[in-house]
């Protein structure tokens, strides 16, 4: 009562004398009963304890006296950058245990398929032979088309509910969702799931397994190795951003070299092929350990074997039709299958991740934008949210129009033979080369062996191509051709004899060379590529044009199998030296800084979308002049009308 009735005489007197007795010290800004303030009426005892729960509010709210700015943004773009590198490997690893899966079931099942007793006692009446046929005909022809539907499986797919409002975006409440971005680490998942669908077939060989899966494993074969192309590009081009990001924070002032990302491009690109041509050697595990135990000697499948090498037509004739000394258990044959389909659902594990990158489009763990928790296991996105919207929304038609414009660019039409001979060559050296001169003289049984030789030299040899980093970039790849013109006539010039064992060496170091010449080929391509083609928004659309001409050449390959061998060898070797001089034509171009013919990529219609950005420093990419931001030093010039071409002189590399 005595507290109370000192309140009431302070709200109608004012403040009282310091010698008025007081009650306990009340919180700083607290209102009394009738709402008066008290804060010119404390006594000194109790503006000390009124100090002391500030003090104790500032300890604990207040910044961290220990606090390093600088350091913590250093640690958090190291962690960025360790997130690149593990995107990079788990991609590349995923690559090579899908490669080879296929490549070493597909060996395994044309082995057991081949052999006469085999397919009567196990398969009498479904005419396996003929169903191989199929099987091949499906992987091999139905990429023609690819190239209609590659990019739009990159950038669509299904229709998803609307998102939170994301950083510099806003969301008007009516706005539909757009079909959500598929994106290039989903395009490689759906792609390695359709690997492992492949391999699920074989539990139960039939018409109608085999077939559908080999048309469907041909429909992703192009989109699976562009998302792989255009994701280590990504990832080139965010590591440089995580290891220069003060530099980022002054780019309006001074701007980057045009180059600058070119030496990441050039290491993962080495990193990616150095694992992915070990999968030559994975695919002949199931050979090595299991398949090899049935076989025959090489007296009896060569017994009618004439000529090999350069005197042989077709594909090995002569060849015995019964190469199994005896037939390989079910039982065995489902551990085998099992366990090559355990190797292509932890490729898709690998591949997988949760349902959307960070805001910085890698998933380093955490969250989702939408703030939901991610579900990740290796492989980050490789888009930030917003290039995802700016990249869907340019249109389907656009879509589907880009990949032929983009033909028009003189660079890439100069290095359209190299592509083509890109596909003759690997597809040669796993057919041509290791049976009409490795088997025929040294047997079936050591085809393994020779297939692993090349395998190993190209992963090995991979590394090569990190002397771009010193040397001028197209070194590596005229030092691949050389290799490869000099072996191409060497087999033009030799035949083997059959059943001579003594010409194992020779053969080993042959391959051991083609190896050697395919690793600065593949590299070497895929690097220019990156070097010359910078923006995001035109990789997917290259790359896809490079694997697509890849396909075509996969396809001739196919079709030749029943040509004589010198006229294989002729037209590879042709087909070698005008890849040479047009590639060397087009440097020549780029040398003299002739204009390019691009296509303009339109600018995305968010307001149709229902998107609208709310600062001027998004991610927005419009057209050719203000994409990506990375090269355009020259300020290329737009085109004014729908067929009107930009210049690009930004991309030009002299």
Known sequence: MQNIWVQDLRCQHGPS???????????????????????????????????????????????????????????????????????????????TLTYSVYLGLLQMQLILHYDETYREVKYSNIRLEDIDRKVLMGINVTPVAALLYTPILIRYGPAMPRPARLPGMATHP??????????????????????????SSNYWERYYTLVPSAVAIGMVIV??????????????????????????????????????????????????????????????????????????QL?????????????????????????????????????????????????????????????????????????????????GAAYRPMEEIDMRSIGWGNIFQLPFKHMRDYRLRHLFPLFIYSGFEVLFVCTGFSLNYGVCALGLERL?????AYGFSASVCSSLALCTLRLRRHIPLLAGAFIHAVLL??????????RYLAQ??????????????????????????????????????IFTIYHWWQALAIFTVYLWSGLPMKAKLSIMLLTLVVAVGTYLWMEQKVAWNMEVRL?????????????????????????????????????????TRENELPKEDGERLG
């Open 174 to 199: 009516s706005a539909p969702c757009p079909g959500r971005f598929f994106g290039t680490k989903w395009a490689m998942f759906l792609a390695v799931g359709i690997y492992a669908l492949f391999v």
């Open 299 to 379: 007296n009896h499948t060569l017994f009618a074997v004439k000529h090999c090498g350069t005197l042989s037509h077709g594909t090995l004739p002569g060849f015995n039709k019964t190469v199994l000394q005896s037939l390989p258990r079910s039982v065995s044959l489902i551990i085998v299958e099992s366990a090559l389909m355990a190797a292509a659902f932890l490729a898709m594990l690998v591949v997988s991740a949760g349902a959307g990158g960070d805001r910085d489009g890698l998933d380093d763990g955490g969250t989702s934008p939408d703030g939901a928790p991610q579900v990740l296991v290796l492989c």
């Open 504 to 541: 194992a060496p020779l053969l080993y170091s042959i391959a051991a060379l083609w190896g050697t010449g395919s690793a600065l080929n593949k590299t070497g391509i895929s690097i220019l590529l990156g070097m010359l083609y910078k923006k995001k928004e035109r990789q997917d659309f």
């Open 448 to 452: 393994a062996y020779l297939l692993m």
């Open 599 to 639: 296509p303009r990529i339109p600018r995305p219609r968010h307001k149709t979308r229902g998107y609208r950005y709310l600062e001027d420093n998004s991610d927005e990419t419009g057209s050719d002049g203000d994409g990506d931001k990375e090269d355009d030093d020259t300020h290329p010039t737009e085109a």
């Open 17 to 95: 004398h310091p010698d008025t007795i007081q009650g306990p010290p009340k919180a700083p800004m607290e209102k009394d009963i009738d709402g008066c303030q008290d804060g010119a009426k404390t006594v000194p005892s109790a503006m000390l304890g009124t100090e002391g729960t500030d003090s104790q509010l500032d300890d604990f709210v207040g910044a961290n006296p220990d606090y390093n700015e600088e350091e913590e943004e250093q640690k958090y773009f190291r962690r960025k950058r360790l997130g690149v590198i593990k995107n990079v490997v788990a991609a590349s690893l995923a690559g």
């Open 223 to 296: 989109p699976l190795w562009a998302s792989m192309g255009t994701y280590i590009m990504r990832m080139a081009q965010k590591y440089y951003e995580y290891v220069n990001y003060k530099e980022e924070q002054e780019r309006e002032r001074q701007r980057a070299p045009r180059d600058a990302c070119n030496t990441y491009i050039i290491v993962f690109q080495t990193v990616f092929y150095s694992c992915f041509h070990l999968s030559f050697v994975c695919a002949q595990m199931p050979m090595v350990f299991f398949l090899n135990n049935y076989l025959y």
């Open 489 to 498: 006539v060497t087999l033009f010039c030799w035949a083997p004899e059959p």
